[in-house]
């Protein structure tokens, strides 16, 4: 579904990804982990065309992703985001929020996107909500209506940037719970994460992304719980024993 | 100065101060929309990241902003004509302070634009929304819910420093009324009267600004 090969992506002379080659395959969960400026949201921000690129490809369902050409626009309904700061349009409901791009970038009308988009908000928790604005949700709230709106496009995978980073800790639970519920129905699904258990639980594989290149990769139980390399080893033990 | 003596008087006086409030409003609507233009250019020059037209416009709107009000209208009326512009006290009056309200209006627009979550024009890219719009549907709609509360401020203090162009003898509010004054001798009852007039006009607008920083501030 997504295939990155030998991904180069620089800004100025700072080389943030240096030959990233990776895979998700249609169904799988794969949770991207890594030190803080290791490229890990450039990365997301490459697959969805948000960020160009210098070097290797990236290929979404098939399609080329360039985001200087006009058909970027329809790999881009191809992969929803869902961004750490949530980005819900404010002046816009949580119905509105959800519907705006079936609408508007989808051309559907208006009453099937209002059914669709009422649906997800009760997939995600929030039936009723249909008229809450962003300003009067919780983080947590805001977060799964974000994610009912990468939903609304109906896209054959999701890119998660980092979901649950801005929340509040007692908040974190009900979106993760959320997106175990799109893994068990089987959405592909591409999630840059600290939250180890969430990864151990939910993932299929794990990548382990330093300084713009994949360190280790495989089995969520393989790197997570018999990490061979010694970076690997060493982030690990430092994201799980934070004070020691 | 008793009630009754007051309404006498007012009711002699309000005709011709009439004349003068129609000349006020529109000397203000006029020149807000002189001030808005402008300022929308000089808003989209000042956030265009071209800094050979960032610089200029950003001196341009620092001259206007650093000169008073009166001295440009006196330039404009006084001066204009002697390099072959003619222009009638009205005309003078409505591009006096509409370039100098558009040194403000830009300042309001620009800070508009640059107000808008980043992170929403981001988020309705990666929906495959058009850039035509992303513009009309999430950058405007915001942008104008971030400028209309202090447009609005502007728009009152430019209905007040309207009176300014009595100086060139645009025939406003402030202009009758020292007018009537000066022929009655009724300083008190004119001036009072004057003063409830610009009341009038800019309560209601005062209280609309209010409305709208309560509205748009919640979302
Ligand atoms: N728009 C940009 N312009 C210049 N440099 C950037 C830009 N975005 C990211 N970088 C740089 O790229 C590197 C990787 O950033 P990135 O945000 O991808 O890291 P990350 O792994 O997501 O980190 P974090 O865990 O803190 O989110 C950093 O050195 C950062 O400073
Ligand atoms: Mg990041």
């Not at chain 1, 249609?26 to 065309?49: A, D, H, M, Q």
């Not at chain 2, 509360?149 to 007040?160: A, D, R, T, V, Y």
Request: aromatic residues 6%.
């Amino acid at each position: 579904m997504i295939e990155i090969d030998n991904l180069q992506k620089s800004f100025g002379a700072n080389q943030v990804l240096n030959g990233i080659t990776m895979r998700v395959d249609e169904g799988e969960v794969v949770c991207v982990i890594g030190p803080s400026g290791s490229g890990k949201s450039t990365l997301l921000r490459c697959v969805n065309g948000l960020e160009g690129y210098q070097g290797g490809t990236v290929r979404v369902a098939g399609q080329q992703v360039d985001r200087t050409r006009p058909e970027i626009r329809a790999v881009r309904r191809q992969v929803s985001m869902v961004f750490q700061r949530f980005n819900l349009f404010p002046h816009r409901t949580a119905l509105g929020n959800i519907i705006e791009a079936p609408i508007f970038a989808l051309g559907e009308a208006r009453a099937s996107a209002e059914a669709h988009g009422r649906a997800l908000l009760a997939r995600v928790g929030l039936a009723g909500r249909e008229g809450a604005w962003p300003s009067e949700l919780s983080g947590g709230q805001q977060q799964r209506v974000a994610i009912a709106r990468a939903l609304a496009m109906r896209p054959r995978a999701v890119l998660f940037d980092e979901p649950t980073s801005a929340l509040d800790p007692e908040l974190v639970g009900e979106v993760l719970a959320v997106m175990r519920d799109l893994a068990r129905d089987g959405m592909t699904m591409m999630v840059v994460t600290h939250e180890m258990s969430f990864a151990r639980e939910v993932a299929d594989r794990v990548v382990f992304m330093d300084a713009g290149r994949v360190v280790e990769a495989g089995a969520a139980a393989a790197v997570l719980g018999a990490p061979r390399e010694p970076r690997t080893q060493d982030f690990l033990r430092r994201v799980l024993q934070p004070l020691g | 100065m008793t009630l009754s003596g007051f309404l006498a008087d007012a009711r002699e006086f309000l005709p011709i101060l009439a004349e003068g409030v129609g000349v006020t409003v529109a000397l203000t609507l006029c020149a807000l929309v002189l001030a808005t233009a402008l300022g929308v250019v000089w808003a989209l020059l000042r956030t265009s990241g071209n800094r050979w037209l960032e610089a200029p416009v950003r001196w341009l709107v620092n001259v206007i902003r650093g000169i008073p009000i009166i001295v440009q209208l006196f330039y404009i009326y006084f001066v204009l004509p002697d390099l072959g512009i003619d222009l009638s006290a009205f005309q003078a009056g409505v591009i006096g302070l509409g370039v100098a309200y558009s040194a403000y209006m830009g300042e309001v627009f620009r800070a508009g634009i640059l107000a808008v979550d980043h992170g929403t024009i981001e988020a309705a890219e990666s929906l495959g929304l058009s850039r035509l719009r992303i513009l009309t549907r999430v950058v405007l709609p915001q942008a104008v819910r971030i400028v209309l509360p202090p447009f609005g401020n502007n728009l009152i203090m430019l209905l007040k420093d309207s009176s300014q162009a009595s100086v060139i003898t645009v025939a406003e509010i402030s202009t009758q009324s020292r007018l009537i004054a000066s022929s009655t001798f009724k300083n008190q009852e004119v001036f009072t009267l004057a003063a409830l007039l610009y009341l009038c006009l800019s309560i209601p607008l005062i209280l609309l600004v209010a409305r709208l920083e309560k509205r748009f501030g919640r979302r």
